[in-house]
Nanobody
Framework: QVQLVESGGGLVQAGGSLRLSCVAS????????MGWYRQAPGKQRELVAT???????NYADSVKGRFTISRDNAKNTVYLQMNSLKPEDTAVYYC????????????????WGQGTQVTVSS
């Protein structure tokens, strides 16, 4: 089995910063894309940022220039540095990873973390 564990959420004032971390562990041969998604109350889950094993990144327009995604492939860890936070960034943030579990299967499976709450006060 594969587990994703997020950390780093919390309460911060508008304009502040937070850094989220997500560690993947378990039956992992390799990981392709890793990313962060968020879900605010009453809204659908939306993409925040993703990164591939080769380092390519993709961001939602709403966070470009404020958030930075990075990863440590050796540690199976992805980070999200969030600066200039706004009240509209308030949401539960979820980590996602596309995991290849064995060397003899080329299938990738999507896993999610349990989520970490980020609250930005005005």
């Amino acid at each position: 089995q594969v587990q994703l564990v997020e950390s780093g959420g919390g309460l911060v004032q508008a304009g502040g910063s937070l850094r989220l971390s997500c560690v993947a562990s378990g039956s992992i041969f390799s990981i392709n894309a890793m990313g962060w998604y968020r879900q605010a109350p009453g809204k659908q889950r939306e993409l925040v940022a993703t990164t591939t094993s080769g380092g390519s990144t993709n961001y939602a327009d709403s966070v470009k220039g404020r958030f930075t995604i990075s990863r440590d492939n050796a540690k199976n860890t992805v980070y999200l540095q969030m600066n200039s936070l706004k009240p509209e960034d308030t949401a539960v943030y979820y980590c996602n990873a596309d995991v290849r579990k064995t060397s003899y299967s080329s299938n990738y499976w999507a896993y999610w973390g349990q989520g970490t709450q980020v609250t930005v006060s005005s």
